[in-house]
C-alpha cells in the first residue's frame, strides 16, 4: 500500500516554482468562491437597501470570523505538525471557544450599536450575525485543515485561503438571513 507523504511548504529551501505549483491550486478555488461571494451578498440586496447601514457591519462581522477562524487554523497547523493534536480534542475546545468569543464580540458589538444607531431591530440583526458567524468560524477552520490532512496535502499553504473564503460565505449567509428576519 502506497500512502502518500505530505510535502510541505517550506519557504527557506523548496524552490520558488514549486511553492507556486503548490499554492496556486487553493488560491484558484477561493477566485472561484471569492466570486461566488459577490453573488451570495447580491441576494440581500432588498435587506441592505432597506436599511443601508446594514453594509456598515459587513467587513467587521467577515474580518471578525475569518479573525477568529484564522487562531484556531494556525494553531491547528502548527499542532499537527507536530504530531500534538486530537481533531476530537480540538472541535469541542475550539467550539466552546468560538461560542465564548462570540459571545464577547457581539455583546461588544451590541452596545457600540445601540448607542450609535439607537436602534433595537439593527442592534439585534448585527449581534446576533456577528454571533454566529464567530461561532462557526472555528469549526470551518479545523474541518477545512483535517480534510487537508486527510488528503495527504500540506494544509499551511491551502487551508488559510479555501477556509477563510467559506467562512466569508457562511457569515454573510448568516447575516443575510438573521437581518432579513429581523429588517423586513
Not at 42 to 49: A, G, M, P, R
Not at 99 to 118: D, E, Q, R
Not at 135 to 145: G, H, K, Q, R, S
Request: proline share 3%; net charge neutral; hydrophobic share 55%.
Amino acid at each position: 500500500m502506497d500512502i502518500k507523504k505530505i510535502q510541505y511548504a517550506d519557504d527557506d529551501v523548496t524552490p520558488l516554482g514549486r511553492l507556486v505549483r503548490m499554492r496556486i491550486p487553493s488560491l484558484a478555488v477561493g477566485l472561484v468562491l471569492g466570486i461566488l461571494l459577490s453573488f451570495v451578498t447580491s441576494w440581500f440586496e432588498i435587506v441592505l437597501t432597506e436599511n443601508i447601514k446594514l453594509a456598515f457591519f459587513i467587513p467587521f462581522i467577515v474580518y471578525m470570523a475569518d479573525a477568529v477562524g484564522g487562531q484556531t487554523q494556525n494553531i491547528y497547523v502548527r499542532d499537527l505538525r507536530t504530531g500534538h493534536a486530537s481533531f476530537k480534542k480540538y472541535l469541542i475546545k475550539e467550539g466552546a471557544l468560538g461560542i465564548i468569543l462570540g459571545a464577547a464580540a457581539s455583546g461588544t458589538v451590541a452596545l457600540i450599536t445601540i448607542v450609535w444607531f439607537k436602534s433595537w431591530t439593527l442592534t439585534q440583526a448585527i449581534s446576533l450575525a456577528t454571533f454566529g458567524a464567530i461561532m462557526t468560524a472555528p469549526l470551518i477552520a479545523l474541518l477545512v485543515v483535517e480534510l487537508f490532512e486527510l488528503e495527504r496535502t500540506d494544509p499551511a499553504v491551502g487551508a488559510g485561503p479555501i477556509s477563510a473564503v467559506i467562512q466569508d460565505i457562511l457569515s454573510i449567509l448568516i447575516y443575510g438571513a438573521i437581518a432579513t428576519l429581523v429588517i423586513l
